[in-house]
């Protein structure tokens, strides 16, 4: 097995990586974004062919998603190499004073899938502990298990520990939390009941190879990204849309019926349609089509998680 670097550039991006050959010189993987060279040599010891490969499909995989399967495709990839009994994500809004989880979302098959409103639940526990929320002020993306983090006792002790624990039935985590421009873009949990045992430090490793990647595709789907804040400015300043009607205009604007649309914001069809007539209105126009035309003529089509 050989190595040949390269780099790979994507949306003004230039992305360190290195190609892994078989003894036929065949290219079978790509592992990117170790950039340390003592760093890269660990990689080589620690990830054999197979794990390459599984590697670099996962890395594809994720980098092709669409907007609406992207975490869900993220939660597939987590689940082969670090395989967890329970998986939950939020999109996390970020204000002058606090993080705000939103959007959330459970991976669907694995073993345990709590609730919407567990999930929200767990959030507001977890923002009860300044332990806790102090890490979400961090400059850049880290990955992390509880038990490297905190101790018994203060797990045990804590509303979140003894929720995801007792409630749960959990008893092992790793978080992923997701950073760029200084921006909290999201959160992954990744949880593990008893018999499962903790994370292991090979598992952490591959995780973070993925990172990088994983937090440049979430941010260019982020609402607070470049593209999210002209679109803000033009929808607020320019036809004084509310922050709930910005967010419908969105889910139009990604092809979403009233039905979908209210299932995602957890309201009736009807508030919906009130809605849909307070934005044509202020925009001046008549239907859902010129909603999106109008914000397509204005370079305010968003198409964020």
Same mark, same amino acid.
């Given at each position: ?14 992305? &360190?990586? %290195? !190609?892994?050959?078989?003894?036929? +010189? ?10 340390? /060279? ?8 620690? !990830? ?34 670090? &395989? ?11 204000? &002058?004073?606090?993080? #705000? ?12 899938? &709590? ?21 979400? @002020?961090?400059?850049?993306? %880290? ?18 520990? *003894?929720?995801?624990?007792?409630? @749960? ?8 939390? !997701?950073?760029?421009? +200084? ?29 990088? !990647? ?8 982020? /609402?607070?990204?470049?593209?999210? *804040? ?32 209210? #299932? ?42």
């Amino acid at each position: 097995m050989q190595v040949k670097e390269l780099y790979l550039e994507k949306a003004g991006l230039v992305w &360190p990586a %290195f !190609l892994v050959y078989n003894e036929a +010189d065949v290219c079978y993987g790509i592992c990117v974004l170790i950039t340390n /060279p003592q760093e890269r040599q660990e990689c080589m010891l620690q !990830l054999n062919e197979q794990e390459c490969w599984q590697m670099s499909t996962g890395l594809t995989r994720i980098m092709t998603a669409s907007v609406e399967d992207f975490r869900h495709i993220v939660f597939e990839v987590l689940s082969e190499i670090a &395989p967890f009994d329970c998986g939950v994500s939020y999109v996390v809004k970020n204000n &002058p004073n606090q993080k #705000d989880c939103l959007e959330p979302l459970a991976h669907p098959q694995a073993k345990f899938v &709590p609730t919407v409103t567990e999930i929200f639940r767990a959030a507001e526990l977890a923002h009860k502990s300044s332990a806790y929320t102090s890490m979400e @002020w961090q400059n850049k993306s %880290f990955i992390f298990r509880d038990s490297d983090m905190f101790s018994e006792e203060f797990l045990s002790n804590t509303e979140i520990g *003894r929720m995801i624990h007792d409630e @749960w039935g959990m008893s092992y985590a790793c978080k992923i939390f !997701l950073v760029h421009n +200084d921006l909290l873009l999201g959160k992954f949990w990744l949880l593990r009941q008893e018999e499962s045992g903790n994370f292991q430090e090979k598992e952490l490793f591959r995780l973070r190879l993925l990172e990088p !990647l994983v937090t440049r595709k979430m941010y260019e789907f982020h /609402p607070q990204n470049d593209k999210g *804040r002209y679109a803000k400015k033009v929808l607020t300043e320019r036809f004084g849309l509310t922050d709930r009607e910005r967010q419908i205009t969105g889910l139009i604007c990604r092809g979403m019926t009233n039905q979908q649309i209210a #299932d995602k914001l957890f309201c009736a069809e009807t508030t919906v349609k009130k809605h849909i007539s307070s934005i044509a209105k202020k925009m001046n126009v008549s239907n859902r089509t010129e909603i999106f035309h109008c914000c397509l003529m204005e370079n305010a089509v968003q198409s964020f998680i």
